[in-house]
């Protein structure tokens, strides 16, 4: 099946500073990616959706100068999370869809396990 | 998209079926129904959709009932490695918002030695 990895798997930041996550559609174009948050004991929620090459649609209520997220390639999306504080800890969980994976099957990542202190 | 709602739990014991029942009575009829899992601190995982035939593939059968108000996800032979939480999701497959998921609490599936 399609393959969707993250990076970092884990990561712990200190309150203020700013951490980027990498999500990479390994044996496919993905055309679009979808960044979710998952708090502990509770469903993933979608925060964005990202088209190769333009910019991302914010879910209502997610701050889009907080979480930025970039396209910039059919296999690459990356999620900043600025300035983060205690309550950005969360399970991030990226998707990818397009290409010759078809247009709407969603492959999700691993996941990145954010701490932050 | 039309809502689903699925028990809270179940629980099933190693190499029997599981069925995972899940109610979509609002289903439109350009809406298909989706099948992922989530195993703890993993990404989800796809496991098997439909429009209103019945689809079988490696992992699971989805059982979609005449009048599309209803499915059940199908695991013929529960293993340990089966216990996660099973969401159903109903979406349009058209363009632009249409591909969103939405995911809502799930079964949590035990399967017991």
């Known amino acids: 099946g399609a393959v969707v990895s993250q990076h970092p798997s884990r990561v712990i930041c200190k309150s203020g500073t700013s951490v980027k996550i990498e999500c990479r559609s390994l044996d496919f174009q993905a055309t679009t990616m979808f960044w979710y948050r998952q708090f502990p004991k509770q469903s993933l929620m979608l925060m964005a959706t990202?088209?190769?090459?333009?910019?991302?649609?914010?879910e209502q209520g997610v701050e889009k100068d907080k979480f930025l997220i970039n396209h910039a390639s059919l296999t690459l999306s990356t999620l900043t999370v600025t300035s983060a504080h205690p309550e950005d800890s969360s399970f991030y969980i990226c998707?990818?869809?397009?290409?010759?994976?078809?247009?709407?099957?969603?492959?999700f990542g691993p996941g990145t396990r954010l701490t932050v202190t | 998209d039309a809502k689903t709602t699925q028990p809270p739990s179940m629980d099933c014991a190693e190499g029997r079926a599981a069925n995972l029942p899940c109610n979509h009575s609002t289903i439109s009829g350009n809406e298909y129904v989706y099948w992922y899992r989530q195993i703890h601190s993993q990404g989800p995982q796809y496991i098997i959709h439909g429009l209103k035939n019945n689809e079988t593939n490696e992992m699971a059968s989805l059982i979609i009932t005449e009048d599309r108000k209803s499915s059940t996800l199908i695991l013929p032979h529960a293993t340990l490695r089966d216990t996660a939480v099973y969401y159903c999701?109903?979406?349009?497959?058209?363009?632009?918002?249409?591909?969103?998921?939405?995911f809502g609490k799930g079964t949590l599936l035990t399967v017991n030695p």
């Open positions: 999701i109903v979406r349009k497959n058209s363009g632009g918002s249409n591909y969103k998921l939405t």
């Open positions: 998707s990818a869809s397009g290409g010759n994976r078809g247009t709407y099957e969603q492959y």
């Open positions: 990202s088209n190769e090459g333009s910019k991302a649609t914010y």
